[in-house]
């Protein structure tokens, strides 16, 4: 697995103090259409270039203060974190190139 598996501990580290941006997927096991997100972020995270850009997932349900800091209100959510700064916010299913594009953005 190419994808960061975030916790409330790590967040600051791998997100916030991140050199490169970052897709964060907020999911839950439960949730269908996140598990429909998954694989399509499973994949982007192993073709992206990992010097430029970094994937990551937080189940909301295990890590419920990162996700109230954000406003999580609908899973799947998909932000892309920026020196720390959400610079885009994505609710609902979202495509491959949409992602990908949303990183590419903010390289």
Not at 45 to 70: C, F, M, P, R, S
């Amino acid at each position: 697995m190419s994808q960061v598996i975030l916790t409330d501990a790590t967040f600051n580290q791998e997100v916030l103090q991140s050199p490169v941006p970052v897709l964060v997927d907020f999911w839950a096991p439960w949730c269908g259409p996140c598990r429909m997100q998954g694989p399509i972020v499973e994949e982007l995270a192993n073709e992206i270039d990992k010097t430029k850009a970094k994937i990551a997932k937080l189940d909301v349900d295990e890590n419920g203060v990162t996700a109230g800091q954000y406003s999580i209100m609908s899973i799947p959510s998909l932000l892309v974190f920026k020196q720390g700064q959400v610079v885009e916010r994505f609710v609902g299913v979202q495509s491959k190139e949409t992602l990908r594009q949303a990183l590419l953005r903010h390289q």
